[in-house]
T-cell receptor, first 114, second 111 residues
Framework: DVKVTQSSRYLVKRTGEKVFLECVQDMDHENMFWYRQDPGLGLRLIYFSYDVKMKEKGDIPEGYSVSREKKERFSLILESASTNQTSMYLC?????????????FGNGTRLTVT | AQRVTQPEKLLSVFKGAPVELKCNYSYSGSPELFWYVQYSRQRLQLLLRHISRESIKGFTADLNKGETSFHLKKPFAQEEDSAMYYCALSGSGGSNYKLTFGKGTLLTVNP
């Protein structure tokens, strides 16, 4: 079974801090994604990556960056955290070569910026 | 641009009653539609996709291109169906890079 692991379940950071959210998957998936999940807004794609060192902006990339140095790991970086980045962050992975293969999600990281 | 609309934020039914979660989409090409579900304290997971034309946990969904809808239905709701449900759309061509999610419907099945 695919395992997508997000390093922290809960995180509290101060405004202006640099924040790293880590995600690791163990099924050799090419695609990895970062979403944020907010009540009433659903899931919104921040960034995705379809290969090592490759990245593409999603719908709401402002204030975020990502890093994919190894196939199994995809990091989300908040360069200078702000209170409007308080949210639930979901990482996901999928196989690239299968048409519309399902996304496998991690448990999420609930980030609070104070 | 692709868009997914779930008109109901909340839906409450009694156990044994039929349930229908609505999903409408906007897309100029040939879409791929999905339903994802998140049970309490569990991760988001795929429930079903239209190309499979299968029934999962008693749920079915039919793609209606004329009405641009992909409603999720179950004839007899169970308490364990209580969860957040998201409809999602991917453009044709097989890429799920641009999977667009609706805002979700929280289903509560009362005993």
């Amino acid at each position: 079974d695919v395992k997508v692991t997000q390093s922290s379940r809960y995180l509290v950071k101060r405004t202006g801090e640099k924040v790293f959210l880590e995600c690791v998957q163990d099924m050799d998936h090419e695609n990895m994604f970062w979403y944020r999940q907010d009540p009433g807004l659903g899931l919104r794609l921040i960034y995705f990556s379809y290969d090592v060192k490759m990245k593409e902006k999603g719908d709401i990339p402002e204030g975020y960056s990502v890093s994919r140095e190894k196939k199994e790991r995809f990091s989300l970086i908040l360069e200078s955290a702000s209170t409007n980045q308080t949210s639930m962050y979901l990482c996901a992975s999928s196989i690239r070569d299968r048409d519309n293969s399902p996304l496998h999600f991690g448990n999420g990281t609930r980030l609070t910026v104070t | 641009a692709q868009r997914v609309t779930q008109p109901e934020k909340l839906l409450s039914v009694f156990k044994g009653a039929p349930v229908e979660l609505k999903c409408n989409y906007s897309y100029s090409g040939s879409p791929e539609l999905f339903w994802y579900v998140q049970y309490s304290r569990q991760r988001l997971q795929l429930l079903l996709r239209h190309i499979s034309r299968e029934s999962i946990k008693g749920f079915t969904a039919d793609l209606n291109k004329g009405e641009t809808s992909f409603h999720l239905k179950k004839p007899f709701a169970q308490e364990e169906d209580s969860a957040m449900y998201y409809c999602a759309l991917s453009g044709s061509g097989g890429s799920n890079y641009k999977l667009t999610f609706g805002k979700g419907t929280l289903l509560t099945v009362n005993p």
